[in-house]
C-alpha cells in the first residue's frame, strides 16, 4: 500500500504561481495531478512517467504547469504559473504501478487526500 500526501495548497491572486508537492510513502511509477472543482467531475491535469523522461498535460494547462519529479525523495511535484480562477480546484496526487503516462483516472491505483488551490480575480 502506498500513501499519498499533498501539500503547497492554498489561496493565491490570479496571475500568481503555487508548487505543489506529493509525497509517497513508498516507490511509485507513474504519477499524476488530478483536480476538481465545486460541482465539475474530477479531471486530469498531467501525468510523469517513473522516470520523469515522459510527461502530458491537459491543453487546459500546458505551457502553464510543469509536473516533475525526485525519486529520492518519493516526491512529485506541480509547478502551477499563470494561475487564473478557473484553477481553483480540488488537487489531487495519484499513483500507479505501471509505468507510462496515463491520463485516465480510474487506472490509478492510490490516491491521496487533495489540497485545496484557490485563485482569486
Known amino acids: 500500500q502506498v500513501q499519498l500526501v499533498e501539500s503547497g495548497g492554498g489561496l493565491v491572486q490570479a496571475g500568481g504561481s503555487l508548487r505543489l508537492s506529493c509525497a509517497a510513502s513508498g516507490r511509485t511509477f507513474s504519477m499524476g495531478w488530478f483536480r476538481q472543482a465545486p460541482g465539475k467531475e474530477r479531471e486530469f491535469v498531467a501525468a510523469i512517467s517513473w522516470t520523469g523522461g515522459s510527461t502530458y498535460y491537459a491543453d487546459s494547462v500546458k505551457g502553464r504547469f510543469t509536473i516533475s519529479r525526485d525519486n529520492a525523495k518519493n516526491t512529485v511535484y506541480l509547478q502551477m504559473n499563470s494561475l487564473g480562477p478557473e484553477d481553483t480546484a480540488v488537487y489531487y496526487c495519484?499513483?500507479?504501478?505501471?509505468?507510462?503516462?496515463?491520463?485516465?483516472?480510474?487506472?490509478?491505483?492510490?490516491w491521496g487526500q487533495g489540497t485545496q488551490v484557490t485563485v482569486s480575480s
Open positions: 495519484a499513483a500507479r504501478r505501471g509505468g507510462t503516462v496515463i491520463t485516465a483516472l480510474t487506472l490509478y491505483d492510490f
